[in-house]
């Protein structure tokens, strides 16, 4: 609103047409990240939270970048998780119910596996499957070293196997199951 | 199985986006950016807030791509409400005016169009005195520092600068009167016959023609709140008058009345007792215009007004116009039934080119038609000055 050039003039407008050129570019990315996280009601107040930490971080950071911004959307995430959870009438929020937006699956063996995984193996094998980061990547989202989230992969992989032991996959549908997981990103 | 299946059914599990969530969050893109702006320039004022309190802070402001691939999707009035935030986004971040040192001043010429009214005399024969209306343009000089400052609006005399009566009309009933006294044209000639009562519409306090006076609105700027909500509830309550200056209780609006502490108004009657208080949401909405035409709480405010000019939802893009040789992008707001706001904004560089109020109910002499009459303000560019004068 002011009626002067002040000094370096274009430099906000050029960082804010940058960024809402990220914003557009990774919209929809980081939304599907946060509805496979929480309901859909906190939808948009945890997206546009992600979204003004970047806008405050965008000029330092050296390369925004999409998982970067999942990095940011963890931490948003587990906020919001929080206060779902001092919520009367709510005893626990828990990884947005995996099994219940796929009814067809709700039965299946394998649906029953991962439901005894822990929220932080759910999430890697999520990270690596479903937004399909590379390891590198995920490692960066987790605040972890690759090395660290290779270690935590191969203890993942072997409680989903361990699990699947327990309800009725095959023998070879494990075996399949874990070589595609070696094999994953 | 196949790996491949399996691979899928995994991703399938884990994926528990249902299409439909998907489709309504694709719908929410553009509102999400635009409460992303907002809360951006909600955060970021309070830190400029205190570089206010020290230096004038200020202020850029603007948007770009205002027409690109988003806005024809939109609707004109969430096209404005974009447009506004993404102003008050890029007002909060931009760099600061220069710091004054001692006796120095921030200095701006604007030239100026509003219309006036004035009165022939009235006799015994003929007690409702004619009526004419005028336009009078010329230019407002502001020098205001966080201590206050002066301003002085010089009127073109008739005949420059497109000073001169609004319509033929006008001026053939005024020399079929006798040519009285034009007191909207002071700089000019007349035959000495007296006139009657006149006005100058529009602009309030800032607008008093071929006056020069003292402004207290860099210091009362500087001690409203930057944040968009705490002055959207003074302004509601009335705390805000239009010179910036502030009532320390909810009065009555001042754009309607006289209240304590208002910036007086001669045309306007004093509140009597009992009255309400508080401001209308168009109450509201005049009083940000009258702030704007404050250098000082236009450019220390720029991003906390565009906010609240975001809020109103009657607010919407009206296309484009050229001014001063810049294309700018029109904001339209209506001002109540006989009123309406626009401001011209640069979407290239953020700047605030010109603010318009047009008034829907000026009634022509001699038709007995409407005749629509608009007071602008053209802005011009900031410097410092040492001194004012």
């Known amino acids: 609103m002011s009626r002067e050039p002040r000094r370096n003039p274009d430099h906000a407008r050029k960082d804010l047409a940058a960024f809402e050129f990220f914003y557009r570019t990774n919209y929809q990315s980081v939304s599907r990240y946060v509805l496979r996280r929480l309901p859909l009601d906190s939808h948009d107040d945890v997206v546009a939270s992600v979204f003004v930490v970047a806008w405050r971080k965008f000029h330092s950071c050296v390369n925004p970048s999409l998982p970067w911004l999942y990095r940011i959307a963890s931490f948003e995430v587990a906020h919001e998780r929080r206060r779902l959870a001092r919520r009367p009438n709510m005893d626990s929020v828990r990884d947005w119910d995996i099994v219940s937006v796929q009814p067809s699956l709700d039965d299946n063996d394998l649906g029953v596996s991962f439901r005894q995984l822990s929220t932080s193996d759910v999430e890697l094998l999520r990270l690596l499957f479903v937004e399909e980061l590379s390891r590198e990547d995920a490692a960066m989202v987790l605040g972890c070293t690759t090395g660290a989230l290779n270690v935590r992969l191969h203890r993942a992989r072997t409680r989903l196997i361990d699990t699947m032991h327990r309800v009725s996959w095959t023998p070879v549908d494990i075996e399949t199951m874990t070589e595609d997981i070696k094999e994953a990103p | ?389």
């Open chain 2, 1 to 389: 199985m196949t790996a491949k299946d399996e691979n899928e059914t995994l991703r399938s599990l884990l994926d528990n986006t249902k299409t439909v969530e998907v489709d309504v969050a694709s719908t929410r893109e553009d509102a999400i950016w635009s409460t992303v702006l907002e809360r951006s320039t909600q955060r970021s004022k309070h830190r400029r807030r205190w570089q206010l309190v020290g230096s004038s802070a200020f202020v850029v402001a603007l948007a770009g791509g205002l027409t690109g691939g988003l806005l024809p999707a939109m609707t004109t009035s969430s096209a404005a409400a974009t447009l506004l935030h993404k102003a008050a986004a890029l007002d909060a971040s931009s760099a600061n005016l220069p710091v004054l040192g001692p006796g120095d001043y921030y200095y701006e010429s604007s030239s100026v169009q509003m219309f006036c009214s004035f009165n022939g005399p009235s006799t015994p024969s003929d007690p409702i005195p004619p009526s004419f209306l005028y336009i009078a343009t010329g230019n407002r000089n502001t020098w205001t520092s966080d201590v206050g400052g002066v301003v002085d609006v010089a009127v073109n005399p008739t005949g420059v600068g497109g000073s001169n009566f609004a319509t033929p009309a006008d001026k053939a009933q005024w020399v079929a009167e006798g040519e009285p006294e034009n007191a909207c044209n002071p700089d000019g000639s007349s035959t000495g016959k007296p006139g009657g009562f006149s006005y100058y519409g529009g602009f309030g306090f800032a607008f008093q023609a071929n006056s020069s006076q003292q402004s207290d609105a860099g210091e009362a700027i500087n001690q409203l709140p930057a944040n968009a909500s705490t002055l959207g509830q003074m302004l509601a309550s009335g705390e805000i008058n239009q010179n910036g200056t502030t009532s320390s209780t909810p009065q009555v609006c001042p754009w309607v009345m006289n209240a304590p502490g208002a910036a007086v108004q001669p045309t306007q009657p004093v509140a009597p007792p009992g009255s309400p208080t508080g401001c209308s949401p168009t109450q509201e909405t005049q009083l940000i215009v009258a702030l704007l035409q404050l250098p000082d709480a236009s450019a220390k405010l720029g991003s906390t007004l565009y906010t609240l000019l975001a809020q109103t939802p009657q607010a919407a893009l009206a296309g484009t116009t050229t001014v001063n040789g810049v294309e700018g992008s029109v904001v339209t707001l209506p001002l109540g039934a006989n009123e309406t706001l626009s401001v011209v904004i640069d979407p290239t560089t953020g700047t605030l080119l010109q603010c318009t109020v047009t008034f829907l109910n000026q009634m022509d002499v001699e038709t007995g038609k409407v005749v629509p009459m608009s007071d602008v303000i053209t802005y011009g560019s900031i410097s410092v000055v040492h001194g004012a004068s």
